[in-house]
């Protein structure tokens, strides 16, 4: 894959999210993290996330997924994700989907607010869109050549426990993931930790577009937890991240460098995203069939 | 008269003579219900919460478009409510205390479709509330 390659999409993403015209509210910069945050009830969020690296020993590849999240009440958030990749010198491919649903447990603010998430994901194992880190995943998985690992169905459930608080300004996020291959393999686990903040906790009274309430500056922490009977940090992927979140008008930008932290991770990645909100999309939607 | 219907005269005499208590207590336990209601079932700790930006024309500016960003598309650009998201100008929202304002957007009510939006530091939540309070002063005059 080459630069220019790499620039034109990015160049896209930027497009997207210029042209776009919706709401965004207060998302947290990370990529990898959920916090308790639920799509309002009602609204549409398309986002579309990128993410690239080089496996040692192997070629640069492309990430792309495609994610609709949508707010069916206060407390339950259902999201859907399309996948793909490119990697250089190899093709471009469909990778499969995902279906996720986030449970809010508690009805009011705590200063640990728990969210339940059970995920279905049906992909291929040409799939590099590392959405989370479980088990002993690895940089060096990246070197089966599509063609070979596209063969591969991966079935599987993944639940999540989501712990977010609030505190002066912080957000302090945990996730706690567990996933099972339906084809008969161990319960795989991981882990992802973030804390982040606005720049500025007050808002300004003019409308602008540089000012510092608009961003959002943070770090991730993510990696595998090994397996059934085999947990240990040991020969698993772990990863710190930097993340940085711009919201100009109603679209979030996000962008994170990563850096992996064991001969398993991948040495470094980026991460970026774009993604806005369709207002009352339910409601627009439920006026078509009156 | 037979046994039965005696039984029953004695039951309505006796039923007579303690409606009247009955309903005092009745009435009273109502009053002090309404006495204790508090804006969207806020605790009464939410109440005493002090609003930092009161009367802070340039956080209720700053509040004008957190709430144009995160609360318009429900409540309406002029707070005038759309379909089951309420109005927030009236007496309710008058009356209520900037505290008790602050907790319910900060916790909202996720039963019947109003988020909490702890998500937004606490300095942003005050600013809507002077923003809400800003155009209820308004409003009432």
């Known amino acids: ?290 | 008269m037979n046994s039965q219907e005696e039984l029953l005269n004695r039951r309505l005499r006796s039923l007579t003579r303690t409606a009247p208590f009955v309903m005092a207590v009745a009435m009273l336990c109502i009053s002090v219900e309404v006495a204790a209601q508090t804006f969207r079932s806020a605790p009464a700790s939410a109440a005493e919460m002090k609003n930092p930006y009161a009367a802070d024309a340039q956080a209720a500016a700053g509040g004008k478009k957190l709430y144009a960003q995160n609360c318009a598309q429900c409540h309406g650009n002029n707070l005038q409510g759309m379909g089951p998201a309420p109005s927030l100008i009236g007496p309710s929202t008058r009356n209520a205390k900037p505290g008790e304002i602050f907790w319910f957007i900060t916790n909202g009510n996720l039963n019947n479709g109003m988020p909490g939006w702890s998500q937004l530091p606490k300095q942003q939540r005050w600013q809507i509330v002077s923003f809400i309070e800003s155009k209820n002063t308004v409003a009432g005059q």
């Not at chain 1, 992909?123 to 869109?129: I, Q």
């Not at chain 1, 930097?242 to 980026?270: C, N």
């Open chain 1, 1 to 290: 894959m080459t630069n220019g390659f790499l620039l034109r999409t990015l160049t896209a993403f930027c497009m997207l999210g210029l042209a776009a015209a919706s709401a965004a509210a207060g998302d947290r910069p990370y990529c990898v993290t959920y916090d308790q945050t639920m799509e309002e009830p009602g609204n549409l969020e398309i986002a579309a996330r990128g993410l690239t690296a080089t496996p040692q020993g192997g070629s640069q590849f492309l990430s792309g997924v495609t994610e609709f999240e949508y707010g069916a009440k206060a407390w339950w958030t259902t999201e859907f994700y399309l996948s793909g990749q490119t990697t250089a010198n190899q093709s471009t491919l469909f990778t499969g989907y995902r279906w996720e649903n986030r449970f809010r447990m508690l009805t009011h603010e705590h200063i640990i607010n728990p969210v339940l998430y059970v995920e279905y994901e049906d992909v291929n194992g040409a799939d590099k869109s590392l959405l989370e880190v479980v088990g002993f995943d690895s940089q060096f998985d990246a070197l089966v050549p599509n063609s070979e690992a596209s063969r591969d169905r991966e079935r599987e459930i993944e639940t999540k426990l989501i712990l977010s608080s609030n505190v002066n300004g912080w957000n302090i996020s945990e996730n706690f993931i567990a996933a099972k291959n339906l084809a008969g393999e161990p319960w795989e686990f991981g882990y992802a930790a973030a804390v982040s903040r606005p720049l500025s906790l007050m808002a300004s009274p003019d409308e602008c577009t540089f000012c510092r309430e608009n961003f959002q500056a943070g770090v991730e922490f993510y990696g595998g937890l090994g397996e059934w009977g085999k947990v240990t940090m040991r020969g698993t992927s772990q990863y710190v991240a930097p993340v940085l979140s711009w919201q100009v008008r109603d679209t979030v930008f996000k962008v994170s460098p990563t850096f992996g932290l064991t001969d398993a991770s991948y040495r470094a990645m980026l991460r970026f995203s774009v993604q806005y909100e369709i207002a009352g999309f339910g409601r627009k939607v439920a006026k078509l069939f009156h």
